[in-house]
T-cell receptor, first 113, second 114 residues
Framework: SQTIHQWPATLVQPVGSPLSLECTVE??????LYWYRQAAGRGLQLLFY??????ISSEVPQNLSASRPQDRQFILSSKKLLLSDSGFYLCAWRWASGRDTQYFGPGTRLTVL | QKEVEQNSGPLSVPEGAIASLNCTYS??????FFWYRQYSGKSPELIMF????GDKEDGRFTAQLNKASQYVSLLIRDSQPSDSATYLCAVNNGITGGGNKLTFGTGTQLKVEL
């Protein structure tokens, strides 16, 4: 079976500090991977997606970046956090081919102070 | 811009009643439709997906799709307090490549009252 992990679960960071969130998937190969942000009371906003190692597509220009150094690892980063970066960050995966159902990880709740 | 619209609620139903959640979408090319449940503070979990017009049943849940009218709904029979959550509708336009992105609605909050 497939499992998706995210860490840390919660994070409190000062404005201007760097960020690194990690997502890993087990039990599948070459998944499509996604980073979403959900601000308080808001919908899911797609930030980045990746269809393979080193392949990153950005949906929303901002001070965040993503990388995929390994097949089942997806990292979200920032050099300097803004207050507006606070939110619930969700990683999701789907099979590389076939049905397009996405499965979400447990999420990271980020508070920028 | 592709949009998915949901009534934010809250939708309140008594325990044992049928809860009806609705979603409309703007992209006529949409091919795949999903319902996720999200408890407060938790990540979304998949409840159902539907690809063809008509009804699809899974236990107490029934998804209904009408592509001509561009809406998809979720019925929850015999609603339980544990069904109280926010329900997210998601749509995929079916274009292969490009990451097969989903567009999400902002969700409908459901409250099942004793």
């Amino acid at each position: 079976s497939q499992t998706i992990h995210q860490w840390p679960a919660t994070l409190v960071q000062p404005v201007g500090s760097p960020l690194s969130l990690e997502c890993t998937v087990e039990g599948t190969s070459n998944p499509n991977l996604y980073w979403y942000r959900q601000a308080a009371g808001r919908g899911l906003q797609l930030l980045f997606y990746s269809v393979g190692i080193g392949q990153i597509s950005s949906e929303v220009p901002q001070n965040l970046s993503a990388s995929r150094p390994q097949d089942r690892q997806f990292i979200l980063s920032s050099k300097k956090l803004l207050l507006s970066d606070s939110g619930f960050y969700l990683c999701a995966w789907r099979w590389a081919s076939g049905r397009d159902t996405q499965y979400f990880g447990p999420g990271t709740r980020l508070t920028v102070l | 811009q592709k949009e998915v619209e949901q009534n934010s609620g809250p939708l309140s139903v008594p325990e044992g009643a049928i809860a009806s959640l609705n979603c409309t979408y703007s992209d006529r090319g949409s091919q795949s439709f999903f319902w996720y449940r999200q408890y407060s503070g938790k990540s979304p979990e998949l409840i159902m997906f539907i690809y063809s017009n008509g009804d699809k049943e899974d236990g107490r849940f029934t998804a209904q799709l009408n592509k001509a009218s561009q809406y998809v709904s979720l019925l929850i029979r015999d609603s339980q307090p544990s069904d109280s959550a926010t329900y997210l509708c998601a749509v995929n336009n079916g274009i292969t490549g490009g990451g097969n992105k989903l567009t999400f609605g902002t969700g409908t909050q459901l409250k099942v009252e004793l």
